[in-house]
């Protein structure tokens, strides 16, 4: 069984920073893409980052580009998100996701995922 699971969201100060990690377990995703995205309450699901199976190409919402850095240990089957400079608008729940087909691609589309972790929150306080 596919699981993912977040860890390390929290409460920060405004121009604080998080290291988001997500393990999967159930199987390897070494050469699968990943991505990580947030919901706040009241709208929709929307991406932050995503990660090509070797890691070799990014992705980053202009709304976290030059604060956030998603990485990849393909040898621990595990997926990071570095947040830098966060903002009280960064406030969500943080999904991992992964995609379950082989891809030298990257991907910023919820549909496109088939995975999903439970979510961790980040919250950030002005």
């Known amino acids: 069984q596919v699981q993912l699971v977040e860890s390390g969201g929290g409460l920060v100060q405004a121009g604080g920073s998080l290291r988001l990690s997500c393990a999967a377990s159930?199987?390897?995703?070494?050469?699968?893409?990943m991505g990580w995205f947030r919901q706040a309450p009241g709208k929709e699901r929307e991406f932050v980052a995503a990660?090509?199976?070797?890691?070799?190409?990014?992705s980053y919402s202009e709304s976290v580009k030059g604060r956030f850095t998603i990485s990849r240990d393909n040898a621990k089957n595990t997926v990071y998100l570095q947040m830098n400079a966060l903002k009280p608008e960064d406030t969500a729940v943080y999904y991992c996701?992964?995609?379950?087909?082989?891809?030298?691609?990257?991907?910023?589309?919820?549909?496109?995922?088939?995975?999903w972790g439970q979510g961790t929150q980040v919250t950030v306080s002005s």
């Open positions: 996701a992964a995609v379950s087909t082989y891809s030298s691609y990257y991907y910023t589309q919820v549909y496109a995922y088939d995975y």
């Open positions: 159930g199987r390897t995703f070494s050469g699968y893409p």
């Open positions: 990660i090509s199976g070797s890691g070799g190409r990014i």
